[in-house]
């Protein structure tokens, strides 16, 4: 059974960093499409950045320049660099793989931007 768990989420000020990760088991790491997206309340699941087993990362236009998606084979980790935050980046972080035709989510960590 595959598994997505987040962590690093938590409260920044505006103009400070994070650092995501989510931990992938139960699937071969490497065969995956691995993705971040959030949510912000009352609102719908926005993808961040995505990357693909060939390793080309796909950047959200809001994010790009900001924030640094990279994996770790032998973790079986992508990271998330969140730099440079604003109170707009405020949501709740969550990581997808994709294994055709087969979509897994994990549960998410909250991230939240405020002076």
């Known amino acids: 059974q595959v598994q997505l768990v987040e962590s690093g989420g938590g409260l920044v000020q505006p103009g400070g960093s994070l650092r995501l990760s989510c931990v992938a088991s139960?699937?071969?790491?490497?065969?995956?499409?691995l993705g971040w997206y959030r949510q912000a309340a009352g609102k719908e699941r926005d993808l961040v950045a995505v990357?693909?087993?060939?390793?080309?990362?796909i950047y959200a236009d809001s994010v790009k320049e900001r924030f640094i998606l990279s994996s770790d084979n032998a973790k079986n980790t992508i990271y998330l660099q969140m730099n440079s935050l604003k109170p707009e980046d405020t949501g709740r972080y969550y990581c997808k793989a994709m294994l055709s035709p087969y979509v897994y989510w994990g549960q998410g960590t909250q991230v939240t931007v405020s002076s």
């Open positions: 990357i693909t087993s060939d390793h080309s990362v």
């Open positions: 139960g699937v071969i790491f490497s065969a995956l499409t």
